[in-house]
């Protein structure tokens, strides 16, 4: 691992002048805003005057060289992963999360058995939106945490390792996340644009793919929200010398059939044995593509596709993943047979209301119905039942016959159950006319 490099000691600052001209829309210098992070770090300035901060910037903005330089310089708040040791190219993907999104769990080794090291660090469920950490963690005995050198050993020997942040990386960006959650700045693209690659430059990666989803389940209402976003991360990541890209991909309805930890971690391994819901596996699918592509590994999507199924077909994909199971502590067993998964105590099938076809799902009204029953956190101190959620029986586009199994419900109890089914039904369309479901991939932005 290597550490920020000494550099000379800035000339003092007054942060109430650097506060006042972001506030009047000026333009912070580099040497001004590491300054500000490193005193923030180190203790010196106070959370009052990063809080002013956040507002100012949430209002006025950052240019893309204001963005890179506090990406830059919260990535170096803590430790920067040395990879230089690592032979191959060294590519993460990160998605700003949504309902039924467990892509990473399948994505990671089927990339990995094509040749690409993939060190990833990925966060918890908070909210509608599910983590991949916690899907993990419902394989029985698996962890989440290692030390740096752990990281970097199991990254060159197995080519992928799945883990959370540590403490020692970009612990500024830890920081000043909190303090926005609490202040209403979180909704800010310059501040979440450097949030997402202070962490994710602190892997020491080549390049990295962004699944920016959009909908009524994502972070990202609308096209053009997610479009911006995207692009501030494209930009601000080339100035930061790493190749990157964004996908924008739809969040309309549910990723899969599943939500919940378990059921969720069964399906993407359903993948690797060369099933899955068909949106899923497309999903998997594009970003795995580009990923092998920013690898340069690829001559195109024809060929990265054709080496991720070699790699499903052969074993190669689902060997990946039993040995990263194995080196971090999970049972290896659930990799070749997803069934051991712990499963909840009662299930109720749902039926449908009424006859027609499905024409909506409110995906974010579904992940907070899966909370209620135990599925998920909104408060970062709540306790997950990994068994519990849903298996949808049907997807938008779909026709249902009246008493048709429309939902089931994983539960803890009975009671749980039968107190949700008002939600589910209320986030559910069912009309007379059949509707298509929206296109997957949305679009792709790519530096230029």
Known sequence: ?????????????????LLARKRDGGTLRDGEIESLIRGYTAGNVPDYQMSALAMAIFFRGLGPEETAALTLAMRDSGTVVNMRGVRGPKVDKHSTGGVGDKVSICLAPIVAACGVKVPMVSGRGLGHSGGTLDKLEAIPGFTVTQTVPQFVAQVRKLGCSLIGQTKDIAPADKRL???RDVTATVESIPLITASILSKKLAEGIDALVLDVKVGNGAFMKTRE????????????GTLAKKRVSALLTSMDEPLGLTIG???????????????GPEDLVEVTLLLGAEMLRLAKLAKGDGDARRQMKRAIDSGAALRTMKAIVTAQHGDPRVVDDPSRLREARHRVALP????????AMDAKALGLAAVAIG???????????????????????????????LVDVHAASKTDAERIRARVFGAIEIGAK???????????????
């Open 177 to 179: 996340y909190a303090l």
């Open 352 to 359: 449908s209301p009424r006859a027609g076809y499905v024409r």
């Open 261 to 275: 930890n378990a059921l969720e971690t069964r399906e993407a391994l359903e993948v690797l044995h060369g099933g």
């Open 225 to 236: 929200d997610a479009e911006a976003l995207a692009r501030s991360i494209v930009r601000v």
């Open 434 to 448: 059949r509707v298509a479901p929206s296109p997957l991939l949305i679009k792709a932005i790519r530096a230029r």
């Open 375 to 405: 599925a998920g956190r909104m408060r970062t101190e709540d306790v997950i039942d990994p068994s519990v959620g849903f298996v949808l029986r049907k997807k938008v586009g779909d026709a249902v016959k009246k008493g048709e199994p």
């Open 1 to 17: 691992m290597t550490r920020p490099r000494r550099r000379a000691a800035p000339a003092p600052i007054s942060v109430p002048e």
